[in-house]
């Protein structure tokens, strides 16, 4: 017997059999599915087979696209977990090394997004999104939704369908608003709306189910929302919350920090109208003099060197970036 030629034989049907059950797998993904046959580093299979929601391969497709993601196939955005053909978990934090997130900076969130019904966590930490398009509250299934060090200045509508959110954390962005839907998030137990622009909360808010002045067993408050602009009708569970100017540190989220509430978020700018100018000198020496600053509508502006009181030093300060032309920022 010719045992190279035999050898090589046994060798094609090997070949052979592997493609051909290669191929009969692949065939056996329901409609609507596809199969991968195989995973780079940065998707795993936490169930199922590997056949993958085409839906889901579109979304991600389409985020690739809307920011010029530098990656191949959808299944290397990110950090991915995939059961039973949907995607579950996306660690998507902006991350330059291109490990453990997205290596670039996502600037927008396409509409298709919404599609991804099936995500469970969701982290979109250090990107330079100012919006989420509308489709986000299709996403009913996720439990822990992480954005913070955005630039995001509203959230959807509708983020009440989020039913099941257990976490919620938005911090240091530039939101300046809260829907009022977000009062039907009846799961939620870690709210966390800290270093955003926010000057008014919606009343309903108290009856969400969070301990608003407690932590948890590492140290995380359940909530926390100072370095914000709540001055005025503050709702009584926030009002009185410990964690009324709390915040983490931007960069050591693990370390609580003192944030207080900025209520003069102009300074210099005492008669309100947007703008430093003469009048608004005018304004303080005169309130200076008459020892009333802090009775005018925006008395507290005057206080340009902080140390809590009207006086000479404050109208020099004023003075000086009136005519410099850099008053804004003070």
Same mark, same amino acid.
């Given at each position: 017997m010719n045992y190279k030629? +035999?050898?090589?034989? /046994? !060798? +094609?049907? !090997?070949? &052979? /059999?592997?493609?051909?059950? %290669?191929?009969? +797998?692949? *065939?056996?993904?329901?409609?609507?599915?596809? +199969? #991968?046959?195989?995973?780079?580093? !940065?998707?795993?299979? %936490? %169930?199922?087979?590997?056949?993958?929601?085409? #839906?889901?391969?579109?979304? &991600?497709?389409? &985020?690739? %696209?809307?920011?010029? /993601?530098?990656?191949?196939?959808? /299944?290397?955005?990110?950090? *991915?977990?995939w059961g039973d053909g949907r995607l579950t978990v996306l660690v998507g934090t902006f991350n330059p090394n291109g490990t453990s997130g997205i290596n670039s900076q996502l600037q927008v969130i396409p509409e298709s997004f919404g599609d991804l019904t099936g995500l469970a966590l969701l982290y979109l930490e250090w990107h330079s999104l100012t919006s989420l398009p509308e489709s986000f509250s299709q996403l009913t299934n996720l439990v822990s939704f992480t954005i913070n060090n955005n630039w995001l200045t509203h959230l959807p509508s509708e983020i009440g369908n989020l039913s099941n959110l257990y976490s919620l954390d938005l911090g240091y962005n530039k939101i300046e608003s809260i829907p009022d839907s977000i009062c039907e998030l009846e799961n939620l137990v870690y709210l966390l709306l800290f270093n955003n622009e926010l000057t008014t909360v919606p009343e309903c808010i108290c009856d969400l189910p969070v301990d608003w002045s407690g932590f948890d067993g590492w140290g995380i408050p359940f909530f926390g929302i100072g370095g914000n602009y709540l001055c005025n009708d503050i709702p009584d569970c926030i009002e009185s919350s410990s964690n009324f100017e709390l915040s983490l540190d931007q960069f050591y989220y693990l370390t609580p920090i003192e944030a207080p509430q900025d209520c003069c978020p102009n300074l210099g700018d005492l008669n309100g109208d947007g703008g430093y100018n003469v009048l608004d000198i005018v304004t303080l020496a005169n309130c200076v003099l008459a020892g009333d600053c802090s009775d005018l509508e925006n008395g507290c502006a005057g206080d340009l060197n902080g140390d809590g009181g009207y006086n000479v030093l404050d109208i020099v300060t004023l003075a000086n970036c009136v005519l410099a032309g850099n008053c804004e920022g003070n």
């Open positions: 030629r +035999y050898n090589k034989f /046994l !060798t +094609y049907i !090997t070949i &052979l /059999l592997m493609i051909g059950i %290669s191929f009969i +797998y692949s *065939q056996n993904c329901n409609e609507g599915y596809s +199969y #991968v046959a195989e995973l780079p580093e !940065t998707a795993t299979i %936490s %169930s199922g087979d590997s056949c993958f929601y085409n #839906v889901d391969i579109n979304a &991600l497709n389409d &985020l690739i %696209s809307a920011n010029n /993601l530098d990656y191949d196939i959808a /299944l290397e955005v990110g950090n *991915q977990t």
